[in-house]
């Protein structure tokens, strides 16, 4: 995830500061010594691999209620609902949820769990991009939800280590009381659409901005690993003068700063309640799906908590608020199949006609050669 | 220490007392400007946690060397054309009534504005400039595209604060010219450009020069005004070391950032040696 970001100086600033004061004076709170009410034998939350191996699903809420506090980092409120969620977790278990930087960078996540290690005040769990999670799953702990075997194998690492959540298709949102509907994308590049159209963030930085390039290049006649056509596409955008160069963020959306958004549709479609003339459309021709990851902190100051917070994302009522928030659910099939999906919130979900491309790690990587070299000249 | 020494013998103070009186100072310096620099400095030599140059080739990308490029022309438009109006300025209040409400307000006003910056700043354009902004209307054929490009509403932007910093700074230099010495160069059969051209230009040069590195610095290191405008194309290196921490595409370039940092660090020292050598030609004839 990654919006503006607007804190990064203090965090780097406090984290330092927290760093120099010593590191060691604090480490992970252990349970081990005062587990007596757990079955478990001695289990620790820290190493614990499931709820089992804590003594079951009562023995960790007992663990992270005792906690009482849960970190969370990144977690924009208004991404794929998940100001809803952590609200609906912090009241069923009574635990605090602290959310820090909800506009930070999935490379932040890592980076502030590394600063802040041993701190109380360090992050318990991450959702990171596939290239971040990828890239640092040492700092990860294994762990599987009581849910595990209804998450596709494709989408889980087989230890646990890492577990994609939820996926978005790539769209544009508009507002319809300010330009006329798209029916390519290449209806963008015409004067109805001047200094109206905006990318969620920089490609070269942001995940989502970088998956929105890939969703043009397809509809422009290339690949997710071939982009030069999308890259030519904002070229010619710019050149136009079509290409707003503004962070759209709900508040820019509103204000009708930004008209014309390429975002996950999971951003774009919640604003309709607030905006009834905004609408999100996913081009037939490139329907670009990727799926964002959970994984939980070696680390976490709060390993119980961050385990139960796991099991609850992962449990029928935590996979309903992705879905409400327009986001695709891991476990979506298994909860098709057995109608525990939320009817309510399925109707939010984007309606797509066609086979979704899913980005592979290899078709990334020759992408983001080819946009770090190219992408400032291309729009600078 | 030496200037241990020489203190007692100058003016017999306790040596004890005075170095206690600085080593805050000391301490200061050393967290928030020595550690810092000494970490990207030898960060910029690392990678991977072993010695290599790779981050100091990374700087020859395209990417970075326009970012560079670019930097420095904004830092220079930005500053002379902050210093010459700047400059005007302070001398139009220095021959305001001293103590009357116009130098007052002009330059109490300059304090704040000299301040002011940042996504305040950046706000305060776009809310004029843009959508139903009182000033919209000036740029409605462009859609208001212009103020997001770091050659046009950048330095404009940049100007609002470079601008009055350089009236704080150059004030005090304008005030120091007498009356009496243009009169005497009347008195001598000089005219106003021979006073601007021979009296008054080559006291105020110095001072002039000063500013100007002052404010190209101050252009140079910005970051916080242009992160707040420009979010696509990282015209600018202050920007690209932001991108190279945080970018979650592009992964493990955080010691790129830092020979980024470096080669900022070079190009103030390049400046500042010009500095040096120009201050020391312009004021030659002054007694130091």
Redesign the interface.
């Known amino acids: 995830m990654?919006r503006?970001?607007?804190r990064?100086t203090a965090l780097v600033a406090a984290a330092s500061v927290a760093a120099a004061l010593g590191v060691a004076a604090c480490s992970a709170p252990s349970s081990s010594s005062t587990s007596t009410s757990t079955s478990g034998g001695g289990a620790n939350a820290a190493s614990a691999t499931s709820a089992q191996a804590l003594g079951g699903m009562d023995a960790l809420v007992a663990a992270a209620k005792k906690e009482g506090a849960l970190n969370v980092i990144a977690l924009p409120p208004d991404w794929a609902n998940y100001g809803e969620a952590i609200t609906a977790f912090g009241a069923k278990y009574g635990i605090k949820v602290t959310s820090a930087q909800p506009d930070?960078?999935?490379?932040?996540e890592i980076?502030a769990a590394t600063r802040l290690k041993g701190q109380p005040t360090a992050p318990d769990v991450f959702d990171?991009?596939q290239?971040?999670a990828d890239?640092n799953k040492a700092t990860f702990a294994p762990y599987q939800v009581a849910t595990w075997s209804t998450i596709p194998a494709d989408r889980k690492d087989s230890t646990g280590v890492w577990v994609n959540d939820y996926a978005g298709y790539m769209s544009v949102g508009y507002d319809s009381a300010k330009v006329p509907a798209p029916t390519s994308v290449a209806d963008l590049l015409k004067p109805a659409y001047?200094?109206?159209v905006a990318?969620n963030?920089?490609?070269?930085?942001?995940?989502a901005a970088?998956a929105g390039v890939q969703m043009v290049s397809l509809a422009e006649g290339g690949t997710a690993a071939d982009i030069s056509k999308g890259v030519d596409f904002f070229k010619n955008l710019k050149k136009a003068?079509n290409?707003?160069?503004?962070?759209p963020t709900p508040a820019t959306i509103q204000?009708?700063?930004t008209p014309v958004v390429f975002d996950w549709a999971y951003n774009n479609a919640p604003i309709s309640t607030k905006l009834t003339t905004w609408k999100t459309w996913i081009p037939d021709n490139a329907i670009l799906a990727a799926y964002y990851v959970q994984a939980i902190n070696k680390d976490a100051p709060h390993p119980a908590a961050a385990r139960l917070w796991e099991e609850f994302l992962f449990s029928d009522e935590g996979q309903n608020y992705w879905l409400k928030g327009a986001a695709f659910p891991v476990r979506y099939d298994a909860m098709k199949a057995a109608g525990t999906l939320d009817a309510t919130a399925l109707k939010s979900l984007p309606a797509v006609t066609g086979t979704p491309v899913t980005p592979t790690d290899a078709d990334n990587t020759t992408a983001?050669d080819y946009?770090?070299?190219n992408?400032?000249?291309?729009?600078? | 220490m030496a200037d241990k020494e020489s203190g007692r013998a100058r003016g017999g103070r306790r040596p004890s007392g005075a170095l206690l009186g600085v080593l805050p100072f000391f301490v200061y310096v050393t967290i928030f400007l020595i550690v810092p620099t000494l970490i990207v400095v030898i960060g910029a030599f690392f990678s991977q946690g072993s010695f290599s140059m790779v981050n100091i080739k990374a700087l020859g990308?395209?990417?970075v060397k326009?970012?560079l490029w670019q930097s420095v022309i904004l830092s220079l438009v930005t500053a002379v054309l902050g210093a010459v109006i700047g400059a005007v300025l302070a001398y139009a209040v220095s021959t305001a009534r001293e103590g009357g409400i116009v130098k007052r307000f002009v330059t109490s006003l300059c304090g704040v504005l000299a301040q002011f910056g940042g996504?305040a700043l950046a706000f305060a354009f776009?809310a004029t400039f843009?959508?139903s902004g009182i000033l919209a209307g000036l740029s409605s054929e462009?859609?208001?595209?212009w103020l997001?490009a770091w050659n046009k509403g950048l330095i404009l932007v940049y100007l609002y604060f470079q601008i009055p910093l350089m009236l704080i700074v150059f004030l005090p230099a304008v005030e120091g010219l007498r009356p009496q010495w243009r009169e005497a160069t009347e008195t001598l059969g000089g005219s106003t450009f021979t006073y601007w051209r021979k009296v008054a230009g080559p006291i105020l040069l110095p001072s002039f020069i000063g500013a100007l590195l002052l404010l190209f610095t101050n252009a140079f290191s910005a970051y916080a005004t242009a992160?707040a405008l420009?979010?696509?194309?990282?015209?600018l290196l202050p920007l690209g070391i932001?991108?190279a921490?945080?970018?979650?595409?592009?992964?493990?370039q955080q010691d790129v950032a830092k020979a980024m940092a470096l080669e900022m660090m070079v190009v103030v020292a390049v400046v500042m040696t010009i500095y040096t050598i120009l201050d020391k030609r312009a004021s030659r004839w002054l007694v130091k």
């Open positions: 990654f503006a970001p607007t990064r930070a960078s999935s490379a932040d980076a990171v991009s290239t971040v890239a001047k200094g109206k990318l963030g920089d490609p070269t930085k942001a995940g970088f003068g290409f707003l160069p503004v962070d204000s009708g700063q983001k946009l770090t070299k992408w400032a000249n291309a729009v600078g | 990308e395209s990417a326009t970012a996504v776009m843009i959508g462009s859609g208001g595209l997001y992160k420009i979010s696509q194309g990282t015209p932001d991108g921490l945080s970018s979650e595409v592009v992964l493990g």
